[in-house]
């Protein structure tokens, strides 16, 4: 269920929970994050650039007939962002001021397991992402818009159904392999096929959910803890039982290779 969600939505991210790791590995997990603070993101020549690199695909879609159309859609589509970061240039330049306040109050041993601190650490990381998500999540609505540009002039002039199709711009590696094994694993899971390969990899990812909230340290939330350990444990079942032999394809697979190995067993007797 929690894969097919995170396939139909296309915008699933983990920044959120992962920045907001607490503990020993806390770091570690940060480390993960696609972007963190959005540099890259924020940056109008990687911006402009990735719409360029859109542009590209479009020509090898549609061919150079409507060369010219995509250059005025990309020229409208930079004149879109530059003013878009014109009007929000104080607040921008403000978030990365504060993020480097931020990032040394961060790292400054002092802060370390003071409770009252690190509650305002969480606060004001909390509102930088706020910000962050805000920003980013319009320019990817405006790429949207750019691509549906292409789209519309690409099969408007060369009558031709193809499609250039958006690459999320904030998701980053960490986010699609949770997407597809999350997926990959249910899908097995339900057909009873690879079952102790499948509760495995799903058990492995709860568990990095769970450290990621390390039960001792402050401010973790353990709900996460709770209703995680629960399926984790009944995972670690089914891994152990391999149930799939019992009432899934595994069955099917335990049997053939069942007959396989006693008909090679029995001919070497004979």
């Known amino acids: 269920m929690e894969g ?26 940060r480390g993960m994050v696609f972007d963190i603070y959005g540099t ?33 859609a990309w020229q409208r589509y930079c004149s879109r962002i530059d003013y878009y ?8 330049e403000k978030y990365f001021n504060e993020l480097q306040v931020y990032e040394e109050k961060r790292q400054d041993q002092r802060y370390r397991g003071v409770a009252h ?19 980013t999540n319009d320019i990817a609505k405006f790429e949207a818009d750019y691509i549906d540009d292409l789209n519309n002039i690409g099969q408007s002039v060369t009558q031709s159904d193809a ?24 899908i097995l899971l339900i057909l009873g096929l690879f079952t102790r390969l499948a509760a495995l990899g799903v058990a492995a990812f709860l568990l990095q959910v769970m450290l990621a909230q390390w039960p001792f340290a402050h401010g973790a939330d353990l709900t996460y803890v709770y209703y995680q350990s629960v ?40």
């Open 231 to 270: 399926e984790f444990v009944s995972l670690l079942l089914i891994a152990a039982i391999g149930a799939g032999r019992f009432a899934g394809l595994d069955y099917i697979l335990w049997n053939s290779f069942s007959k396989c190995c006693s008909r090679g067993a029995s001919n070497k007797g004979e």
């Open 117 to 135: 601190y690190e509650d305002r650490l969480a606060e004001k990381d909390k509102e930088l992402f706020g910000n962050l998500n805000k920003w």
């Open 163 to 186: 499609r250039v199709n958006q690459v999320n711009p904030n998701q980053g590696p960490v986010d699609l392999v949770v997407t597809w094994v999350l997926f990959a694993c249910g």
């Open 85 to 92: 970061f014109e009007e929000n240039a104080e607040d921008i």
């Open 40 to 72: 890259e993101r924020l940056n109008k020549d990687a911006i402009k650039g990735r719409a360029d690199g859109y542009r590209g695909w479009a020509l090898d879609k549609f061919g150079q007939e409507p060369a010219n159309q995509f250059q005025k």
């Open 4 to 29: 097919s969600k995170k396939v139909q939505s296309g915008d699933f991210s983990s920044a959120g929970f992962l920045r907001n790791a607490k503990g020993p590995l806390a770091e570690n997990f």
